[in-house]
């Protein structure tokens, strides 16, 4: 299909890349089970199904075949925590079929703090006298939405699932759409209404948090 085509092409394969914004992702999932790890490997296969069924339902007979699960996520290389996590992406994420990791530091910076009742603002904790410092996301959305349009550019897919609330990606999402590519959104009940509206289709991935957790 050319990339301004707006024609089906009947049973002909569909190039499909999976890009999940993970803190999105992984916020939402811990609210919706209780911080039950999902099962990483399963969670494209189950997206790309979705996305088979969407386009099952708008009348095509063509096959999606899954080249690349994307994933952007970032990290404060100041927190012991987001170390273990950092050493996860890297040493188990990355490694699994079909996805690629796409790490950035968060960079930390003083934040004081504002009594909402007083107006007075405090630098520092008044237990512990260590300053109030917040970590800040730089660059995943960015990161996202060149990689959406560059890859698109380079004919590297027709089918994109996008997973992710976030309406920053609506004018991105809106230009593919013009030049024939679908966009198809992941994302959850109560979320994301205007990226979901602007995409070719969308899903709701609560539906299938229940098959996706990591069995013990």
């Known amino acids: 299909m050319l ?4 024609f089906w092409r009947s049973d002909m394969e569909q190039r499909l890349r999976v890009f999940i914004d993970f803190w999105n992702f992984q916020l939402n999932w811990n609210d919706r089970t209780t911080k039950a790890p999902p099962d990483w490997p399963k969670v494209p296969l189950a997206f ?20 690349e699960t994307r994933v952007y996520a970032s990290y404060d290389p100041a927190s012991p925590k987001d170390a273990k996590l950092r050493t996860w ?7 699994q079929p079909s996805f690629r990791v796409f790490a950035r ?8 703090v504002r009594c909402t009742t007083c107006g007075s603002e405090f630098a520092n904790c008044p237990e512990c006298d260590q300053p109030f410092r917040q970590s800040a996301e730089k660059g995943v959305d960015s990161a996202i939405v060149t990689d959406l349009l560059s890859l698109a550019w380079e004919n590297a897919y027709e089918v994109a699932i996008l997973v992710s609330s976030d309406a920053d990606f609506v004018p991105a999402v809106d230009r593919l759409q013009e030049k024939g590519f679908k966009v198809i959104n992941g994302t959850w ?3 994301g209404h205007q990226l979901a509206r602007v995409c070719w289709a969308s899903f709701e991935i609560d539906g299938l948090t229940s098959t996706l957790i990591r069995k013990a």
Do not use: C, I, W, Y
């Open 89 to 95: 992406l890297d040493g188990f994420l990355d490694r």
């Open 189 to 191: 009940k109560g979320h």
């Open 48 to 67: 790309v199904h979705k996305a088979k069924e969407l386009l099952s339902t708008a009348g095509s007979t063509d096959t999606l075949v899954l080249n």
């Open 105 to 112: 530091e968060r960079k930390s910076h003083m934040r004081p």
């Open 3 to 6: 990339p301004g085509s707006l």
